[in-house]
């Protein structure tokens, strides 16, 4: 879903917009982190659902999302735990980033079907059938009106996907599974998506794929502006990718002076490591090469 706008990039946004407002414009000499008690009414207002069945589900997930942007860990599920504990010790630039980087949010995720097969409805019931006749395992028959699969007894191989003429039977997965190139995504015992930690690599492609918003990481933005504000210097390094993140009339000349508004120091694009990295390898290799 990347480069479309969809609720999902408006909410991520808003979330943004929130922690950042907070950390911009609240005194540094005491907290009032009812704050954020109070932003999920502002990114989900009102009393009926936007995105979900309940509107009181939608801003508990918008809650669990504040927390991850602030950098603090989701709240476990079986017990309470108060929206704002542990901000008071993030509100330092001090505070880094704990384990895990990326989390599922358990009840924001809709448990999505792992590996499946199914027949679509645009299944014509040939005279051929050549899904039955490849299936190793006899999982396909012939209903009255379509093909079936019989899902206790079909080993997922895709011979009758790759058979059938006229597409009419598909593979799909979970979204997240799917794009994870570590393998690090499985279900727990309701079904829904859990991450293995140690096989995790944080690359991001789950909180992307996911179209129901269910994985989200931590952020640092709120120690960021922290730090801005307490008088550290801060540099901005920014990916070259960057020209076209925002748009034709988003000039880099616009993003690099919008970025030392935010208070940036200095805004530096990371192709220039890579360029003053190889510089000083190549004096390495010369005064190598002088020496031998």
Same mark, same amino acid.
């Given at each position: 879903?990347?480069?479309?706008?969809?609720?999902?990039?408006?909410?991520?946004?808003?979330?943004?917009?929130?922690?950042?407002? +907070?950390?911009?414009?609240?005194?540094?000499?005491?907290?009032?982190?009812?704050?954020?008690?109070?932003?999920? +009414?502002?990114?989900?207002?009102?009393?009926?659902?936007? +995105?979900?069945?309940?509107?009181?589900?939608?801003?508990?997930?918008?809650?669990?999302?504040?927390?991850?942007?602030?950098?603090?860990?989701?709240?476990?599920?079986?017990?309470? %735990?108060?929206?704002?504990?542990?901000?008071?010790?993030? =509100?330092?630039?001090?505070?880094?980033?704990?384990?895990?980087?990326?989390? #599922?949010?358990?009840?924001?995720?809709?448990?999505?079907?792992?590996?499946?097969?199914? #027949?679509? $409805?645009?299944?014509?019931?040939?005279?051929?059938?050549?899904?039955?006749? #490849?299936? *190793?395992?006899? =999982?396909?028959?012939?209903?009255?009106?379509?093909?079936?699969?019989?899902?206790?007894? @079909?080993?997922?191989?895709?011979?009758?996907?790759?058979?059938?003429?006229?597409?009419?039977?598909?593979?799909?997965?979970?979204?997240? =599974?799917?794009?994870?190139?570590? $393998?690090?995504?499985?279900? $727990?015992? %309701?079904?829904?998506?859990?991450?293995?930690?140690?096989? @995790?690599?944080?690359?991001? !492609?789950?909180?992307?794929? @996911? *179209?129901?918003?269910?994985?989200?990481?931590?952020?640092?933005?709120?120690? %960021?502006?922290?730090?801005?504000?307490?008088?550290?210097?801060? +540099?901005?390094?920014?990916?070259?990718?960057?020209?076209?993140?925002?748009?034709? %009339?988003?000039?880099?000349?616009?993003?690099?002076?919008?970025?030392?508004?935010?208070?940036?120091?200095?805004?530096?694009?990371?192709?220039?490591? =890579? $360029?003053?990295?190889?510089?000083?390898?190549?004096?390495?290799?010369?005064?190598?090469?002088? !020496?031998?």
């Amino acid at each position: 879903m990347r480069g479309i706008f969809t609720p999902i990039t408006k909410i991520r946004r808003q979330v943004f917009t929130e922690v950042a407002r +907070y950390a911009y414009e609240r005194d540094l000499t005491q907290s009032d982190f009812n704050y954020f008690y109070e932003s999920s +009414y502002r990114i989900i207002p009102g009393e009926v659902a936007q +995105y979900r069945d309940s509107v009181f589900k939608e801003r508990a997930i918008i809650r669990e999302r504040l927390r991850l942007a602030m950098g603090l860990p989701m709240r476990p599920t079986d017990t309470h %735990l108060s929206l704002t504990q542990g901000m008071a010790e993030s =509100a330092t630039p001090n505070k880094h980033l704990d384990k895990p980087l990326v989390n #599922v949010i358990p009840f924001a995720c809709e448990a999505c079907p792992t590996d499946t097969i199914k #027949v679509s $409805d645009n299944c014509r019931k040939c005279l051929a059938h050549p899904c039955t006749a #490849v299936c *190793p395992v006899k =999982a396909v028959s012939i209903g009255k009106h379509a093909a079936v699969i019989d899902q206790d007894t @079909c080993i997922k191989c895709g011979r009758c996907v790759q058979a059938c003429p006229y597409h009419a039977i598909e593979r799909f997965g979970r979204p997240c =599974a799917e794009a994870c190139g570590a $393998d690090a995504i499985f279900s $727990d015992a %309701l079904g829904r998506a859990e991450i293995d930690q140690d096989k @995790c690599v944080a690359c991001g !492609l789950c909180i992307v794929s @996911c *179209p129901f918003a269910a994985i989200a990481d931590k952020s640092e933005i709120f120690q %960021l502006i922290t730090a801005i504000r307490t008088g550290r210097t801060v +540099y901005a390094i920014i990916a070259p990718s960057f020209v076209g993140q925002f748009g034709p %009339l988003a000039t880099p000349g616009k993003i690099i002076s919008g970025l030392k508004m935010l208070g940036m120091a200095r805004v530096v694009e990371v192709g220039w490591g =890579a $360029d003053f990295g190889s510089m000083h390898e190549a004096d390495e290799f010369l005064a190598q090469r002088k !020496l031998s």
